[in-house]
């Protein structure tokens, strides 16, 4: 059997833990490698994680000597890990009891570096729970995916890949540190350095929203996200240049927000817009994930100085990504 790292980062969530390891502990497949990562927990997260160390042994627990957010949490996972194969969950969620199971037998039978599950399900804290599929790619067909497609057509979140660890190492691949949006920078640096990933509808994974999540309390502060966007935006074009390879790949948010020009940051509006003019020449190169009028309103917009900003440029914005998710299949539902 192969061995498969699971990398758990461990931080603040003393409520979800136990259902999470409990879901990776009692999995079907049973030659697992469990890293908890405890990234300075304040809450009694060690606790959790030192009981369940003492009744399994394959639990390796990690103490950071200093927090350093996700990125730096999985990156300790990835240096420590030995198995075949990399798997990322994150404390708060859950998966199915044979998840692991099926995911590695499509590996082993794909001989894939990367393969992606489609199988997830949002789980909320206040409503019902709903499943996420993400981009044009039909979530239940299995089947090879070139990765200049699957790059723009599978969501790009780590815990709904596994990796083989040798590739994982050998690209010299990690985690930003001190950003947030992490996995969009580190899964489309995955796709850029294969050529293709195999996609199947597997068992599966529970994706917990929290509202004190990190995703959860940025929705309230869209200044601060979308700055956090686009400087990991500013990462992923730095490799896209230094890699140079045939992929194409949107380099502006799928979901584009502009925000009207009386709420607007101007120091926000000056970064989009130093980003938009490094992008553009592979913006335009890329012709087919960007329809001209698409890119049109964003040059309408973004060649203006801030104070100039003009309030109609906003909802030819706002109109046309409306449309193009009603002309398309939608990103999420």
């Known amino acids: 059997m192969c061995k498969i790292s699971v990398i758990i980062p461990v931080y603040n969530v003393e409520k979800y833990l136990p259902r999470c390891l409990d879901s990776i502990i009692n999995q079907t497949y049973t030659d697992l490698e469990i890293i908890c990562v405890n990234d300075c927990s304040p809450d009694k997260s060690s606790v959790v994680t030192d009981e369940y160390a003492k009744k399994d042994s394959r639990i390796k627990i990690i103490n950071r000597e200093k927090n350093g957010g996700l990125s730096a949490a999985r990156n300790s996972g990835i240096n420590?890990?030995?198995?075949?194969?990399?798997?990322?969950?994150?404390s708060d969620d859950w998966i199915d009891k044979d998840y692991i199971e099926k995911i590695i037998g499509t590996a082993l039978k794909s001989n894939s570096d990367i393969v992606v599950n489609t199988n997830v399900i949002r789980d909320f804290e206040d409503?019902?729970?709903?499943?996420?599929?993400?981009?044009?790619?039909s979530p239940l067909k299995e089947e090879f995916v070139q990765a200049k497609d699957a790059i723009n057509n599978i969501m790009w979140s780590a815990?709904?890949?596994?990796?083989?660890?040798?590739?994982?190492?050998?690209?010299?691949?990690?985690?930003?540190?001190?950003?947030?949006?992490?996995?969009m920078y580190f899964t489309p640096n995955a796709y850029m350095n294969t050529d293709k990933i195999y996609k199947f509808y597997g068992s599966a994974y529970h994706y917990c929203i929290r509202n004190t999540s990190i995703t959860g309390s940025l929705s309230n502060k869209q200044n601060?996200?979308?700055?956090?966007?686009?400087?990991?935006?500013?990462?992923?074009?730095?490799?896209?240049?230094k890699i140079g390879?045939?992929?194409?790949?949107?380099?502006?948010?799928?979901?584009?927000?502009?925000?009207?020009?009386?709420?607007?940051?101007?120091?926000?509006?000056?970064?989009?817009?130093?980003?938009?003019e490094r992008a553009k020449t592979y913006i335009r190169r890329d012709k087919n994930l960007y329809h001209p009028v698409e890119y049109q309103f964003f040059e309408d917009v973004l060649s203006d100085d801030y104070d100039k900003?003009?309030?109609?440029?906003?909802?030819?914005?706002?109109?046309?990504?409306?449309?193009?998710?009603?002309?398309k299949k939608p990103v999420i539902y």
């Open 127 to 137: 409503k019902d729970s709903k499943p996420l599929f993400f981009g044009n790619l």
């Open 245 to 276: 390879n045939n992929t194409s790949i949107r380099l502006f948010p799928e979901d584009f927000i502009l925000f009207s020009d009386n709420t607007y940051d101007k120091k926000l509006y000056e970064y989009i817009r130093e980003y938009f």
């Open 159 to 183: 815990w709904s890949q596994l990796f083989k660890t040798e590739f994982i190492k050998k690209n010299n691949l990690n985690f930003p540190e001190g950003y947030i949006y992490e996995d």
């Open 224 to 241: 601060e996200s979308m700055f956090n966007l686009f400087k990991i935006f500013n990462l992923v074009l730095d490799s896209y240049i």
């Open 309 to 327: 900003i003009k309030r109609t440029n906003y909802y030819k914005i706002k109109v046309f990504s409306n449309l193009r998710k009603n002309i």
């Open 80 to 90: 420590a890990a030995t198995g075949d194969y990399i798997y990322f969950t994150d």
